[in-house]
């Protein structure tokens, strides 16, 4: 790289950083709230057995 | 076709789900054929040397950092003049990509500056207001989210993301308005570029494909929007019965 090799591929590093961790954040956030929406309905079909065996 | 079927939340989010691949694998390959051509085709430049080839994420990060600033206004306009749910929606989507991309341009701006310019950072007119629509956009996110109504969230944003837009103009026209460090434009809308054809074609391509990540995040992004807003909804709705 004729001697610019920590800028050019420190750039490059950052791209692959932030818009890696664009899409890592996305499906981390994806995930946890498919956990959550999985305890909210165990939460939600509990209180409805509760409901109907009461 | 009914279109504005499509304007309802319920029933964009199945469409974005299956038009999220046609963007993100298309996307993929033009960043590995920009990148190709950018390292192995676009030959070294005179002055420059090879510190040049930043300028293949540089540009193409902040024109979209410019573009989705707009993009995010006019949706964000759309939602508040209309009530429109999914333009507000639309809005918060882009603007997390928006801001990656104002960052990236800094970044990588600031790492093309010290072996040309000799330093990091200046106070010039044009990453000074680069760094204003960072800003704009942290502003616009952090406001959304200490809001907890999302209706006046919304509108809160709208009202920020319409009064930023006059940053946009000012950035692009910054280097021909004052004296700034920041070289002029390469491309041109009229009139011929001042870059030579492989380096041109190379910025391109990855214009190109950031356009096609961007549309594919921000339609993942939505999709995850839409099911944590409507699922607050009917959550409300079932406690208030």
């Known amino acids: ?54 | 076709m009914n279109w504005y079927k499509y304007a309802s939340p319920t029933n964009f989010y199945p469409l974005a789900g299956k038009m999220i691949p046609w963007f993100a694998i298309p996307s993929a390959i033009l960043f590995v054929l920009g990148l190709y051509v950018g390292f192995f085709v676009a030959p070294t430049d005179f002055q420059q040397g090879d510190a040049y080839r930043i300028i293949f994420i540089h540009v193409p990060s902040a024109w979209m950092g410019m573009f989705l600033y707009l993009l995010m206004a006019f949706y964000a306009a759309i939602g508040w003049a209309f009530n429109a749910r999914l333009s507000s929606m639309m809005a918060s989507a882009i603007s997390i990509t928006g801001a990656m991309f104002t960052a990236l341009s800094l970044v990588t701006g600031s790492l093309w500056g010290k072996p040309t310019w000799g330093t990091y950072w200046v106070w010039d007119a044009r990453l000074t207001s680069t760094l204003i629509l960072l800003f704009l956009y942290i502003g616009f996110i952090s406001l959304q989210a200490s809001i907890d109504d999302r209706s006046r969230a919304d509108r809160a944003g709208a009202v920020l993301a319409i009064v930023g837009v006059i940053n946009v103009p000012i950035i692009y026209f910054s280097v021909q308005w004052w004296n700034t460090l920041h070289q002029g434009a390469s491309i041109r809308l009229l009139g011929k570029p001042t870059i030579a054809p492989p380096m041109m074609a190379a910025m391109l391509i990855i214009l190109a494909a950031c356009w096609l990540y961007s549309i594919a995040v921000v339609l993942v992004r939505l999709r995850q929007i839409i099911v944590e807003r409507e699922q607050t909804a009917a959550w409300a709705a079932e406690a208030r019965a």
Do not use: C, H, P
Not at chain 1, 21 to 31: I, M, S
């Open chain 1, 1 to 54: 790289m004729g001697g610019y090799a920590f800028y050019v591929w420190g750039s490059y590093l950052a791209t692959l950083i932030l818009m890696g961790g664009e899409v890592v954040v996305l499906l981390r956030r994806r995930k946890l709230s498919d956990q959550q929406k999985r305890s909210t309905s165990v939460v939600q079909g509990k209180v409805i057995t509760n409901e109907t065996t009461s």
